[in-house]
């Protein structure tokens, strides 16, 4: 999938874009552990059914959004977006083993609600940091190779959980086996060298964003749109149980998700430096649409509900990095952490709509219309993508 062109720029990327992204790799190997078993653990042994997760999913994702502008604004200010990613690491890393002594669901949320925090801390700071290692002609492979590696671990996580489980290991200690590249992952985040910035000067915070470019609030409105139709992915793997998939291979099918998107994360990113941010999310949100139409239409699992996993991975690697290679795009250069800081707000704070709509839906009336909302949502995205947001003589360079 890569050239030999491709590789030897990858190559040129400084440090600081591949330590990151080593980083997101172990990181999300430790979150992955955890994260396909969640549903499990929530239904089997804590008693709880969709409208729960909602609320879990939902309420711990907005709350990092939310701290996800603060901190993308504090980053502006200070020009220091390490003491951040370090605190932010520590604050998940250690609050998830602790699953393993939960029993009842609100404690659960507590940490699901740390863990969060964690992540709403870093976050901003963290893409503000990446977007200024590279110039603009690279950002999309920059943010796709961040991507790539973060999926790595993805693969990763829950590999070991399947192994772990193989073996007749319980839940619960699974979970604490979550500690050890957690603590990896902090002490290589206390390594990470931030170039030495002056402080930017006081500048007034908008919550109106008459300080961004039009261009950018519109693509917030996308974005909105698209992420109330993209409620927690742990609703997918709670699909593949009740299609028959049993509990051993639900980690398995969570790591083929992230194979895919680990593989074409890099090189579909590069291609929008080449070709336009526009063309990859129209075909990102046209694929995600369309996967959550067939998987809420599927009547048994099989070979073709693989598939169709796979092809959930694709919408992954044409998205996830182009989405924030966009943000940097868009965003006046003095305001790239305030821009990242909406823009991971915008896709959060939606979170908590999707995920409670979703989970009713899906409880109250059937799985299958939950499904078609999110699809639609995706598919009304793309249309606005293309005819709204970038239209291709928006006089925008990246329209094309």
Same mark, same amino acid.
């Given at each position: 999938?890569?050239?030999?062109?491709?590789?030897?720029?990858?190559?040129?990327? #400084?440090?600081?874009?591949? +330590?990151?992204?080593? !980083?997101?790799?172990?990181?999300?190997?430790?979150?992955?552990?955890?994260?396909?078993? !969640? @549903?499990?653990?929530?239904?089997?042994?804590?008693?709880?059914?969709?409208?729960?997760?909602?609320?879990?999913?939902?309420?711990?994702?907005?709350?990092?959004?939310?701290?996800?502008?603060?901190?993308?604004?504090?980053?502006?200010?200070?020009?220091? $977006?390490? #003491?951040?990613?370090?605190?932010?690491?520590?604050?998940?890393?250690?609050?998830?083993?602790?699953?393993?002594?939960?029993?009842?669901?609100?404690?659960?949320?507590? !940490?699901? +609600?740390?863990?969060?925090?964690?992540?709403?801390?870093?976050?901003? #700071?963290?893409?503000?940091?990446?977007?200024?290692?590279? #110039?603009?002609?690279?950002?999309?492979?920059?943010?796709?190779?961040?991507?790539?590696?973060?999926?790595?671990?993805?693969?990763?996580?829950?590999?070991?959980?399947?192994?772990?489980?193989?073996?007749?290991?319980?839940?619960?200690?699974?979970?604490?086996?979550?500690?050890?590249?957690? %603590?990896?992952?902090?002490?290589?985040?206390?390594? %990470?060298?931030? =170039?030495?910035?002056?402080?930017?000067?006081?500048?007034?915070?908008?919550?109106?964003?008459?300080?961004? @470019?039009?261009?950018?609030?519109?693509?917030?409105?996308?974005?909105?749109?698209?992420?109330?139709?993209?409620?927690?992915?742990?609703?997918?793997?709670?699909? $593949?149980?009740?299609?028959?998939?049993?509990?051993?291979?639900?980690?398995?099918?969570?790591?083929? !998700?992230?194979?895919?998107?680990?593989?074409?994360?890099?090189?579909?990113?590069?291609?929008?430096?080449?070709?336009?941010?526009?063309?990859?999310?129209?075909?990102?949100?046209?694929?995600?649409?369309?996967?959550?139409?067939?998987?809420?239409?599927?009547?048994?699992?099989?070979?073709?509900?693989?598939?169709?996993?796979?092809?959930?991975?694709? +919408?992954?690697?044409?998205?996830?990095?182009?989405?924030?290679?966009?943000?940097?795009?868009?965003?006046?250069?003095?305001?790239?952490?305030?821009?990242?800081?909406?823009?991971?707000?915008?896709?959060?704070?939606?979170?908590? =709509?999707?995920?409670?709509? +979703?989970?009713?839906?899906?409880?109250?009336?059937?799985?299958?219309?939950?499904?078609?909302?999110?699809?639609?949502?995706?598919?009304?995205?793309?249309?606005?993508?293309?005819?709204?947001?970038? =239209?291709?003589?928006?006089?925008? =360079?990246?329209?094309?």
């Amino acid at each position: 999938m890569l050239s030999a062109a491709m590789l030897a720029t990858l190559r040129s990327l #400084p440090r600081t874009v591949w +330590f990151i992204g080593l !980083i997101s790799l172990i990181n999300d190997a430790a979150s992955d552990m955890l994260y396909p078993l !969640i @549903p499990i653990y929530l239904a089997s042994v804590l008693m709880a059914g969709p409208r729960v997760l909602g609320l879990i999913e939902g309420i711990a994702e907005a709350t990092a959004s939310l701290l996800k502008l603060f901190s993308g604004v504090v980053v502006d200010r200070t020009r220091r $977006a390490k #003491p951040w990613i370090v605190f932010g690491y520590a604050l998940a890393g250690f609050a998830r083993p602790l699953i393993a002594f939960v029993t009842a669901w609100p404690a659960l949320l507590c !940490i699901r +609600f740390a863990d969060r925090i964690g992540k709403g801390l870093r976050s901003s #700071p963290r893409d503000a940091l990446l977007a200024a290692s590279v #110039p603009a002609a690279q950002r999309g492979l920059a943010f796709g190779l961040h991507r790539a590696m973060d999926n790595a671990g993805a693969i990763v996580g829950p590999l070991v959980a399947a192994a772990l489980l193989a073996t007749g290991m319980a839940l619960r200690d699974v979970f604490l086996w979550s500690l050890a590249p957690a %603590i990896l992952c902090l002490l290589l985040a206390t390594a %990470i060298r931030e =170039p030495a910035h002056e402080a930017a000067a006081y500048k007034p915070f908008d919550w109106r964003l008459n300080d961004m @470019p039009p261009v950018f609030r519109r693509y917030l409105v996308v974005v909105a749109l698209f992420t109330l139709g993209n409620s927690s992915n742990m609703f997918l793997l709670l699909r $593949a149980r009740e299609l028959g998939v049993g509990e051993a291979q639900i980690p398995l099918l969570w790591a083929a !998700i992230s194979a895919v998107a680990t593989i074409f994360s890099t090189p579909l990113s590069a291609l929008s430096d080449r070709f336009g941010r526009r063309r990859l999310l129209v075909g990102g949100y046209l694929a995600y649409g369309i996967f959550y139409i067939a998987l809420g239409s599927m009547a048994t699992d099989g070979l073709w509900l693989f598939a169709l996993f796979g092809f959930y991975g694709l +919408f992954m690697a044409a998205t996830e990095g182009v989405e924030k290679a966009l943000v940097a795009d868009l965003a006046p250069s003095e305001q790239r952490g305030t821009a990242f800081g909406w823009f991971n707000l915008t896709a959060g704070i939606m979170l908590l =709509p999707a995920s409670l709509v +979703f989970g009713w839906l899906w409880q109250g009336v059937a799985s299958w219309l939950a499904f078609a909302f999110s699809g639609a949502c995706a598919l009304l995205a793309a249309l606005l993508m293309a005819r709204w947001v970038l =239209p291709r003589r928006s006089g925008i =360079p990246d329209a094309d």
